[in-house]
């Protein structure tokens, strides 16, 4: 697995401080922001073939965890970010995210906002976001193996983000053609990532 680069780290940042400094106290806990991420990245990849981090995905006892944004929700990412992270966030106690700014837009696109926003619509309609993520077929696909005692992560394959979610659930307002169209763009943006190694 590659190291994401300084850049994809610092609009990870970006996402996590939209949300964190939306929420009550400009705080928020660990699991709460990754599902939160989640959602938006989900919501991108079925509007438009790119999630919103750029991440990696693992199923988890909780459900779905973007692998780079967890490490920055712990204060320690993959690369030394200093004064981007230092100046961003603070984590008070082990699982708990403050915002110390609001977020610079001009690291985010309209569409990654777009995807931020859904994922705070979800926040206010469901109660539970652990039990709504474990209703996605990209989690349940390894629901039975992370049950397992020795295997406490799988990793998650992109392309199950465009499978349709159970009747009720779905949140994203793609029909069925925008869904393929974008399951296209991640295709073809999947195979330029491989070719540039």
Known sequence: MRTPTKLEIAKIIEAIVYLVSRSKDRKMSKLHLLKMLFFAD??????????????????????????????????RPSLDMGEALSGALAFPCKNIVHALRGERRSALSDSDVEALEAARGVERRERDLVAFSHGFPEWQ?????????????????????????????????????????????????EAAERMLG
């Open 42 to 75: 989900r919501w991108h990849l079925r509007m438009y073939g790119r999630s919103v981090t750029g991440d990696i995905y693992y199923a988890m006892q909780y459900g779905p965890v973007p692998s780079e944004c967890k490490r920055v929700a712990e204060g």
């Open 141 to 189: 696909k390894h629901e039975h193996a992370i049950k397992d005692v020795q295997c406490k992560r799988k990793r998650m394959d992109g392309l199950d983000f465009f499978l349709d979610a159970p009747k009720g659930s779905e949140y994203c307002p793609a029909d069925a053609e925008r869904v393929a169209c974008a399951r296209e763009a991640y295709l073809e943006h």
